[in-house]
C-alpha cells in the first residue's frame, strides 16, 4: 500500500511524569516536544508530482511554505515524513510567527519564508522508496530515517528531531531546553512500537512551573464553581486575561466558592467575550467576580502574547497575597512565591 494524504498522525497522551521503562513496547526513546504544527510530507509516487504538507487535520498547506517545495529536490521520491513544522523567527522558535505564515499564500508566502524561515523537524518515517513502514518497529524506522539524513546530507529546512534512550539525559532535556521558547517538554517512544495512525500510543510530557494569577471570573455557578478565568495587571494597572483553568477539584471548588463575591459595577472585563478556548470561536459563558483573589497554578511553556495557549491547573488559593503581588501581565512563568 502507498500512503497518500490525508494519514493520520500517531498521537501522544498526556503524563506528568517520565514514564519508568516497560510502558511501551521494547526501549523507551526521548524526543524534545517542539511548539509548531504536526505535518506530514508526501514526495510524489510513483509518477512525478508535487511535495505535499498535510496538516494534521488532513489539509494540504504546502503553499503556505513554499521553501519546502523548493527543497523538495533533496528528498527522494516515495518518502513520506511524520513532524513537527516550526518557523524561526527573532532568534528562536515562534508559534505566533507559524500561525501567521499558515494562513498566507502567494506573494506574502515567499516573502515570509525569506523574513520568517520554517523548519520540518523529522521524528519518524512512514514509507521510503514507496515501501509504507507502518507495521515496522519504531526503532527500525528511526534507523532508516538517520540513514536518509545521512546519505542525503540533509539540512535546512530539513531537521532530524534529537532523540536519546538515556532518562537522565531526557530529566535534563525537560529542565533546561524547555527554558528556550518553542520547546514544551518531551514526547516518549518504544522502540518496538508499530505505528498506529490516529491511535493515542505515545507519551508527552510537558515542563510545569508554578505561578499565580487573580481570579476574574468563574465558569458555572457562584456556589459551584466549575473553573476560573485568570487575570494579571499590565503595565498600565488594567487586569488582562492570561488563561483558563481545568475543571476544579470538589474540595477547591468549595474552598473558592466560599470566598467569591459576585462582580460590582466597574469590573475591568465588563463587556469582555470569552472563548471556550484559545482560537475557539465557541463563546465561554463566565460569570465575573471581584478580582480580589489570588490562585496558584501549574503552567506550561505554551504562552502567546501574555496568554497561555493550554488551560493551566489550580493548585490553591494564595490568601496571603494582593493581586498587586502578582507577576505582571507578560512575566509567563514567573512567580512570587516565597
Known sequence: MVLRPPVEPMLAQARDTVPAPGRLP?????QPKFDGYRAIVFTPWPAPGPLLVQSRRGSLMQSRFPEFVAAATHLPDGLVLDGELVVWADGHISFEALQQRAVLGGRAAARLAQEMPAHFIAFDLLQIDGKELLHVSYGERRAQLERLFTDRELSAP????PETTDPSTAKEWL??????PGVEGLVIRGSGQRYLTGARALYKVRRRDTTEAAVGAITGTMRQPQTLVLG???ETGALRPVGRSTPLRPDAARDVAERLTPAGPGHPWEGVRFTASWRSRTPLDAALVEPELVAEI????????????HPVRFVRLRQDMAVTDVPPFGAGAASASS
Not at 26 to 30: A, I, K, N
Not at 158 to 161: A, I, K, V, Y
Not at 175 to 180: G, K, L, M
Open 298 to 309: 501549574m503552567v506550561d511553556t505554551a504562552l502567546e502574547r501574555g496568554s497561555w495557549r
Open 175 to 180: 529542565a533546561s531546553w524547555t527554558q528556550v
Open 158 to 161: 530539513w531537521t532530524l528531531c
Open 26 to 30: 521494547g526501549e523507551l526513546r526521548y
Open 232 to 234: 494579571r495587571l499590565d
